[in-house]
C-alpha cells in the first residue's frame, strides 16, 4: 500500500511538472490537443495538460529579414542585378493564419518580390532604375502586403540595396563619365586660356601704349633741345641753316659713336668716307639756301592779293543816278 501510493505521487508529480514550461519574450507556441488547434501561448510561464496536449511549434515575433538577388532585364536591354531586402514579422492576432496558413513564407516572399521586380523594371531605362529604385521597392512592398497579410505576415519595409549591371556596361558608363569630365575640363582650359590671352593683350597694348608716349615725349624733348641749340647758335652769328647743319652733322658723329661701342655690330653706313662728313655739310647748307631763293623768288611772281577799299554808297543814289542818265 504505501509504495503503491508512493509510485502514483512521483506519477503525478512527473506529470504535473512535465506539463509546465515557459514561452521565450517574442515568441509565440501553438499548443494542440488530440492533434488539433488548441491555443497560442505567448511569453512567460504557462501549463499544458500532459498526454492530451502538446506543442506544435513555435513562432518568431521579431522583425526579420529576407535578401533577395533579382537578376532582369532593362527596357534598353540591359542585364542587371538587383538585391531586395524585405523586412517582415509574424502579426500578433495572426499568428493561426501564420503558422498554418503557409509552409514557408521565405519562399513565398521570394516569388513575390521576383514576379514584381520582373514586372517593374522591364518598364525603365537603367539610368531610370538607379534613379526610381524607390518606385521599385513601393512596388514590391505594396504587392507583397497585399498577399502575404491574408498569410499572417506584415511587410514593414521593401528596400533596393543594390543595384549591379553587367561589368561592361559599367565600363561603358564609366568611359562616358570620363569624357563627359574631360569634356568639361577641355572646356574650362579653354576659357582660361582666352582670359589669359585677353589679360596678355591688354597688357600689351596697354605697353605700347605707354611706349608711343614715351617716344613721343622724347622726340618732344629732342625737338626743345635742337630749338634751344638753334637759338643759341643764332646769338653767336650763325644763322638757321648753318646751325641746323651743323647740328645734323653733329648727331651723324653721336650715331657713328654708338655704333663702335658694339663690336659685334653688323651694321654698315653708307657713305663711310672720312670726309663724308664734311660733304654731307657742305651738301645741307647748299640745299637750304636753294631753298630759300627759290621761296623768295615764287614770292615774287605770285605777290599776295592786296585788299581792295570800297566806298559804301547808299542804294537809293545808285538807282538816281541810273534814271537820270
Known sequence: MGIAFFILVFLAL?????GIFTVKQQTALVVERFGKF??????GLQFKIPILDRTAGRIN?????????????TKDNVFVRLKVSVQFNVLSDSIYDAFY?????TEQITAYVFDTVRAEVPKMRLDDVFERKDDVALAIRRELEEAMNDYGYGIIKALVTDIDPDQAVKNAMNHINAAERQKLAAEYEAESERIRIVARAKAEAESKR???????????????GLEESVDLLNKVGINSQ???????VTQHYDTLQQIGQHSNSNL????????????????MITSFVSTQELAEKMKIKNPPPQKVKTLDVPKEEIYLEKEQK
Open 61 to 73: 515575433l521579431k522583425i526579420q529579414q529576407l535578401d533577395v538577388v533579382v537578376e532582369t532585364k
Open 242 to 248: 648753318e646751325a641746323s647743319a651743323l647740328i645734323l
Open 38 to 43: 488548441h491555443s497560442v501561448r505567448t511569453a
Open 210 to 224: 605707354l611706349q608711343g608716349q614715351g617716344i613721343a615725349d622724347q622726340r618732344r624733348e629732342i625737338a626743345r
Open 101 to 105: 496558413k503557409l509552409q514557408n513564407p
Open 268 to 283: 654698315i653706313l653708307l657713305p663711310n668716307a672720312p670726309t663724308a662728313a664734311a660733304d654731307m655739310l657742305t651738301q
Open 14 to 18: 512527473f506529470l504535473f511538472f512535465s
